[in-house]
C-alpha cells in the first residue's frame, strides 16, 4: 500500500494542471494510459488549440464564473508563459502553441512535472473508499492511501469506480461530434462554406451558425455542426432537424429575382444551377423542392422558383444520431454538488475537475480552458 496527501487521478489536461497548482510535493498521479497529458497531442488537429481570447460562460452549459475569476483565459497564458510556451491567436481568438504543434504544450508540461509528485502510469482505478477521514484507491495493479483525493477523468466511466461514494453523476453523452442525419449519402464528400446552420431539436429548442459543413456518408460534419450537436447532447436525445441556408447573405427577395432572370439560361432544369451550386447540391435542391426538372428553364413558374428559393434558404436533413468520434462529453457531477474549489459538499477531500464535471464547452479552446480553470482551482486549495 502506497500512502500520499494527495492522488490526483487522471493525468489529463485538468489532472496535470491540478498538480501543477499543488503546493504539496507529497502527491502521486494515477493515469491508465502511459503518459503525461497524451489527449492533449490530438487536440486542434494537432496544433493544440489551448484557450480563447474571448472566454466567459456563455460558451459553456452552465456558469462558470466563479471559477474564470480565479483563473481565466488570461491567466492560463501568463501561466504557460511562465513554463516557456510562446503562443499566437487567431482572428477568432484561438490561441495556438507558436510552434503549431500540440506537442509543446505537453512537453512544457512533462518539464514542469518533473519534480512533481509521482507518477504511476498504466495503472486504471477501480474503486475508491472512503473511511476514517482518508481515501483508499485501487487500482488494478495497487492500492494507495491519501487524506484527499482528485478525479480528473475526463469522460470515463469513472462513476461506477466512486458508485459507494453516493456522488451524482449526469449521464455522459457524446458532443462537439459530427451528426448522424437521413439521405445525406448523395452529398458525401461536399462540402459548403458560408452557410447557415439552424438546428432545431425534438423538443423544439433551436440554434444556428454561419460557417463550414462537411457532408459525410451518412451524416454532417465541421466546426459549425460540432457547436450544433451540443444542443442535442444537452437535450440528451439526437432527434431533430438541421437546415442550411445556402445563401445566407441574400433575402428571399434578392434570391427569387435571381432566379427569375436566370429562367432566360434557357437549359434544361437540372442546369440551372450550373456555375451557382455543386451538382449533387443542385439535384438536393430539385429533390426537395420536388421539381420536374425534365423542362426548360424557361418554363419555370413563378411558383416553382418560390419553391426553389424556399428550399435553398432551408435545405433539410433529419438528425437521427450522432457519431461516436466526440471530442468531449456533456454531463458529469452538477456543479451544484460542488464548493467554490470543486470539492463534493457531500464527501470532504473530494475534489473533480476537467470534463468530469458537467461543463461543456463548444470549440474554439474553451474545453481545455474549463480543463487549465479547474485544475488550477483545486490544485492550489490542496
Ligand atoms: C480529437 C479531439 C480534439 C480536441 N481539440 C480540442 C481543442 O483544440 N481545444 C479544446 O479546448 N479542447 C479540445 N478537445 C477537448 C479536450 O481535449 C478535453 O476537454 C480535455 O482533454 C479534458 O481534459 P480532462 O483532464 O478533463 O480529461 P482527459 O484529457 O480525457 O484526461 C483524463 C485522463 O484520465 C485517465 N483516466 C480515465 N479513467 C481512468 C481510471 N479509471 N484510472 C486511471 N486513469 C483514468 C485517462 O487515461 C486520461 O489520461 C479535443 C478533444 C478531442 C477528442
Excluded at 302 to 329: A, M, P
Aim: aromatic share 8%; hydrophobic share 40%.
Amino acid at each position: 500500500m502506497k500512502k500520499f496527501d494527495v492522488i490526483i487521478i487522471g493525468a489529463g489536461a485538468s489532472g496535470c494542471m491540478c498538480a501543477l497548482a499543488c503546493k504539496n510535493q507529497n502527491i502521486a498521479i494515477i493515469d491508465a494510459g502511459k503518459s503525461l497529458a497524451k489527449k492533449i497531442m490530438v487536440t486542434g488537429n494537432g496544433r493544440c488549440n489551448l484557450t480563447n481570447k474571448n472566454m466567459n460562460s456563455s460558451y459553456f452549459n452552465t456558469n462558470i464564473d466563479k471559477y474564470l475569476q480565479k483563473f481565466n483565459e488570461k491567466d492560463a497564458l501568463r501561466f504557460f508563459e511562465s513554463l516557456g510556451l510562446i503562443t499566437y491567436s487567431d482572428p477568432e481568438g484561438r490561441v495556438y502553441p507558436i510552434s503549431n504543434s500540440a506537442k509543446s504544450v505537453v512537453d512544457v508540461i512533462n518539464l514542469a512535472l518533473k519534480n512533481k509528485g509521482q507518477f504511476f502510469a498504466g495503472q486504471k482505478v477501480i474503486e475508491i473508499h472512503h473511511q476514517n477521514d482518508q481515501f483508499c484507491v485501487l487500482t488494478d495493479k495497487d492500492e494507495f492511501v491519501a487524506k484527499k483525493v482528485v478525479v480528473a477523468t475526463g469522460g470515463s466511466t469513472m462513476q461506477n469506480s466512486i458508485k459507494n461514494l453516493d456522488i451524482s453523476f449526469k449521464k455522459f453523452v457524446p458532443s462537439l461530434v459530427p451528426l448522424e442525419c437521413s439521405n445525406v449519402k448523395d452529398l458525401n464528400g461536399i462540402k459548403l462554406s458560408n452557410v447557415k446552420v439552424a438546428a432545431t431539436t425534438k423538443s423544439g429548442k433551436t440554434a444556428s451558425e454561419i460557417g463550414e459543413v462537411l457532408f459525410k456518408e451518412k451524416g454532417l460534419s465541421g466546426i459549425v455542426i460540432f457547436n450544433l450537436s451540443a444542443l442535442f447532447a444537452r437535450e440528451r436525445v439526437f432527434e431533430g432537424t438541421v437546415q442550411i441556408d445556402l445563401l445566407p447573405d441574400m433575402n428571399e427577395k434578392q434570391l427569387t429575382e435571381l432566379l427569375m432572370t436566370r429562367r432566360s439560361l434557357c437549359v434544361n432544369v437540372d442546369k440551372f444551377f450550373v456555375g451557382m451550386f455543386q451538382n449533387a447540391v443542385s439535384n438536393e435542391i430539385f429533390m426537395q423542392s420536388k421539381l420536374n426538372t425534365n423542362k426548360n428553364s424557361a418554363k419555370l413558374t413563378n411558383d416553382e422558383i418560390k419553391r426553389l428559393v424556399k428550399t435553398i434558404k432551408c435545405l433539410s436533413f433529419g438528425v437521427v444520431n450522432c457519431y461516436d468520434n466526440n471530442q468531449v462529453f456533456s454531463g458529469g457531477v452538477c456543479l451544484n454538488d460542488l464548493d467554490n474549489h470543486l470539492m463534493s459538499k457531500k464527501v470532504k477531500n473530494l475534489y473533480f475537475a476537467g470534463e468530469v464535471c458537467d461543463v461543456d464547452g463548444v470549440c474554439g479552446g474553451y474545453n481545455l480552458q474549463w480543463a487549465w480553470t479547474s485544475g488550477m482551482v483545486v490544485g492550489e486549495c490542496l
